[in-house]
C-alpha cells in the first residue's frame, strides 16, 4: 500500500514562509503527477499546485509567484515552497498523487496563518 506523509506544517505569521513535504512509500517515478491540495474551512478543495513526472508545473493564480512546488526523485519527495504567505492560505493541505489507474492521498497537514 502507497502511502504518502506530509510533513512541515504549522503556525506562520502573514509575509512568512513554509515548506510542507510530501515522502512517499515508493518511488514517485511511478506517479503520473503529484498535487497538493487544500482545504480550508467553508470553502471546497482547491488546487494548490502539481507537478507531473516530466517537471511540468501548475499553479492557480491565487499562489502563482508564491508557492512552489519541486521534486527530489532520490527521496521520493514532493515539495511545497510557500512564500509570502497570507490568512486566506490557512487550511490543511493534502498531497495527492496519481498514477493513471489510482491515486493515493497523505493524512493532511495543517497550516495556520496569523495575520
Known sequence: QVQLVESGGGLV??????RLSCAAST????FNAVAWIRRAPGRQRELVADITS?????????????F???RD???NTVYLQ????????TAVYYCHAETGYTFYWGQGIRV???S
Do not use: C, H, W
Open 13 to 18: 505569521q502573514a509575509g512568512g514562509s513554509l
Open 27 to 30: 518511488t514517485i517515478f511511478r
Open 54 to 66: 516530466g517537471g511540468n508545473t501548475n499553479y492557480p493564480d491565487s499562489v502563482k509567484g508564491r
Open 68 to 70: 512552489t512546488i519541486s
Open 73 to 75: 526523485n532520490a527521496k
Open 82 to 89: 510557500m512564500n509570502s504567505l497570507k490568512p486566506e492560505d
Open 112 to 114: 495556520t496563518v496569523s
